[in-house]
């Protein structure tokens, strides 16, 4: 697995960023909300790497917290998708009929929605929040693996192995569950992985537009925008939030296409 | 056709149809394909029949539509005198656990990520005490001539002859009455097959099972069985005892199967 180059840079890039994300606001000596107005805007120097901002907050610590929150939303909205597209997913395979077509249709009704002016209604009719996004993000997040797992449940459960399980006089949560939930989960994870950096570059744009996480709250949208005010001037506040965004999403990235290599090369079912 | 009135019949199989609908691109007209067509026989318990036929001749159809997996148009299968088609969830549940298939691919009929050991205690009577359990599967695996080692293995890891054997244990560890063995042992070697066949009929006489032994391979067949059916193009076109068939077939396509098969 690890000789897998593509998962192996990936895997590198999210646990420096994550580690750096989750460890380093402990031992960081500056406090990301405390304002000092003797050192705003100040360029990256030694003791500001990445610099500060227009009230004289350590850039550095801001991004790291910034990123605690953006890959919070990335991997709980990403959770919820996947469990909820998963159970609707394999509902609807495995018993096809009218349960299957009333959820696809349903499926097919919610992809008709654009996601982002869903988001964006709903938000600009109530107080943005921190929960509010998680909750929007995560209800229109599903459909595309509800998708996959369906496709995934028709073709696995034609195969042998569960027509033989189903002869065992099985009953059929057994059979979904221990024959073919663990023959469909290589795709489920591979969507995740993938999943996870789209949704962290959706959270970014809600709140580089002032929707999502609202200051002093960091997130690395509004670090974002608030570099946006003065692109020319204070060019290191975009430069520095912008790259943690890109770098997590390719590593997530990354991730997801390495794994998805692995998978497939060892189960042998799709071809590589 | 005579029905030998000292041994009960164990399964009935009455004028079954089995049509397989196709659709052309758009979706708009049907065709229809008769994969089985008004076939009709009866196995005896404790009995062998064979039904052989070339590829495509419907005889997997067969199978799949005693195992309920492929619904017939119309006819009747009957297991012990009672309709299999009519049966609820739970009777079929039963049922299906005296009725168990083993297929030509093994490869196929393992759960990937299930350990063999795992893969029999499905198939154990879920009440079993754990003891109990580990005993029965010992002498499950020792009836197919496996060792302990297996248990603890993934498909994967087991030769293609374990792996039949382990689909074979598994179809005796639900306490079965009868084996539908689908080409069972036709993709295994030749001292393979015919240590397997060996194997299949001590198993037969140990736990007094019933086989319907479906095969492409008259060989095989004339080891095994006790009746022979012939299946061409989805018709059953003669059925009789195993001597009769071999020596003296009525149908002329019976004899061309039997002239191929000396080669």
Redo the contacts between chains.
């Keep these: 697995m690890w000789g897998e180059k593509t998962f192996r840079c990936g895997t590198v890039l999210i646990l420096t960023i994550l580690l750096l994300c989750v460890c380093l606001p402990w031992v960081m000596p500056q406090d990301p909300y405390a304002q000092n107005l003797e050192e705003i805007s100040q360029p990256p120097s030694l003791a500001h790497p990445f610099g500060t901002d227009f009230f004289g907050r350590d850039l550095f610590s801001r991004i790291l917290y910034g990123g605690r929150l953006s890959l919070t939303i990335g991997i709980v909205v990403t959770f919820f998708a996947v469990v909820i597209g998963t159970i609707i997913g394999m509902v609807s395979g495995y018993f096809g009929g009218w349960p299957d077509a009333a959820l696809m249709r349903f499926v097919d009704v919610m992809l008709g929605f654009p996601r982002l002016f869903i988001l964006l209604t709903v938000i600009g009719f109530t107080r943005p929040s921190f929960g509010l996004m998680l909750a929007v993000l995560s209800l229109f997040s599903w459909m595309e693996v509800a998708r996959i797992v369906r496709a995934e449940v028709l073709t696995v459960r034609e195969?042998?192995?569960v027509?033989?399980?189903?002869?065992?006089?099985?009953?059929r949560r057994?059979v979904l569950f221990?024959?073919i939930f663990?023959?469909i989960l290589s795709p489920i994870i591979v969507s995740a992985t993938l999943m996870v950096g789209s949704v962290i570059v959706i959270e970014s744009g809600l709140s580089f537009i002032g929707m999502g996480v609202q200051p002093p709250d960091a997130s690395w949208g509004t670090i974002l925008n608030q570099g946006f005010q003065d692109l020319a001037g204070a060019w290191w506040i975009t430069l520095f939030s912008g790259l943690a965004i890109v770098v997590t999403v390719i590593g997530f990235n990354l991730v997801g296409d390495g794994l998805r290599n692995i998978l497939d090369s060892k189960?042998g079912v799709r071809e590589s | 056709m005579v029905i030998n009135p000292g041994r009960q019949i164990l399964l009935e199989v009455k004028n079954l149809t089995v049509r397989y609908r196709q659709r052309n691109g758009f979706g708009w007209r049907e065709k229809t394909v008769d994969a089985l067509n008004d076939v009709s026989f009866f196995i005896h318990r404790g009995e062998t029949l064979a039904l052989v036929g070339e590829t495509g001749s419907g005889k997997s159809t067969i199978a799949m539509s005693i195992l309920h997996f492929v619904s017939p148009d119309s006819g009747e299968i009957l297991y012990s005198g009672e309709d299999v088609w009519k049966f609820k969830r739970a009777e079929l549940r039963a049922y299906h656990r005296k009725i168990q298939p083993v297929f030509q691919n093994a490869d196929e009929s393992l759960n990937p990520r299930l350990k063999v050991r795992s893969m029999l205690v499905d198939a154990l009577v879920p009440a079993l005490s754990t003891e109990e359990k580990n005993r029965r599967i010992r002498e499950y695996l020792s009836a197919v001539q496996l060792d302990e080692d297996v248990l603890d293995c993934f498909p994967h890891q087991l030769s293609g002859g374990q792996k039949q054997r382990v689909c074979i244990a598994r179809a005796l560890a639900t306490e079965s009455e009868m084996l539908i063995l689908d080409e069972a042992i036709s993709s295994q070697d030749l001292s393979l097959q015919a240590h397997l066949l060996k194997l299949l009929s001590e198993l037969k006489k140990k736990f007094s099972l019933t086989y319907l032994y479906i095969s492409h391979d008259l060989e095989t067949v004339r080891v095994i069985a006790d009746r022979v059916g012939i299946i061409k193009d989805g018709r059953l076109i003669e059925i009789g005892e195993k001597d009769e068939i071999f020596n003296s077939p009525e149908e002329p396509y019976t004899q061309l199967l039997l002239e191929r098969s000396r080669f």
């Design positions: 195969r042998l192995y027509k033989s399980a189903v002869a065992l006089g099985l009953s057994r221990r024959y663990p023959n189960t």
